[in-house]
């Protein structure tokens, strides 16, 4: 592994830290304020919110700290980013909705190891789909 690659890496280890603190942080705000995590539609909204946060700040900190992107073309980069995400969010909604709604465990605590799960996913899309000429 070349040394720029493990920079990469550790950079995008440190933006995903804050980007899972974001969408950690929105998921509980919205669940202990707003929305029932017992009932699965509302669980399922809560973690919808909670990605879109996150994936808002997961591009724009991707692009600048991690790939430093170049691309002028701002809108066709933040579609593959969204498309790439939205195929993450499957994931973590799947997972979410067998742990908590079907197994019955803890959602604060499958959250957490579910986001392990996304940010190994959520970088793979990335380096090697939306920023591959970065």
């Known amino acids: 592994m070349k040394k720029a690659d493990i920079t990469e890496f550790i950079a995008y ?6 980007v899972s603190i974001i969408s950690l942080g929105s998921y509980y705000l919205i669940t202990i304020f707003f929305l029932n995590p017992n009932n699965p539609v509302e669980l399922q909204i809560s973690n919808i ?22 691309n002028n073309n701002l809108l ?13 969010l499957l994931i973590d909604m799947a997972l979410m909705f067998i742990f908590v709604s ?5 959602d604060k605590i499958v ?4 986001q392990i799960v996304i940010v190994i996913s ?3 899309v990335s380096k090697f789909i939306v ?4």
């Open 13 to 18: 280890l440190i933006v995903g830290v804050c």
């Open 49 to 70: 919110l909670s990605w879109l946060f996150a994936c808002t700040a997961a591009y724009f900190l991707n692009r600048i700290f991690v790939f430093k992107s170049k």
């Open 76 to 88: 066709k980069e933040g579609v593959q980013f969204y498309l790439a995400r939205l195929a993450t």
């Open 102 to 106: 079907l197994l019955k465990y803890n």
């Open 111 to 114: 959250k957490i190891f579910v």
């Open 122 to 124: 959520n970088y793979i």
């Open 131 to 134: 920023f591959k000429n970065s």
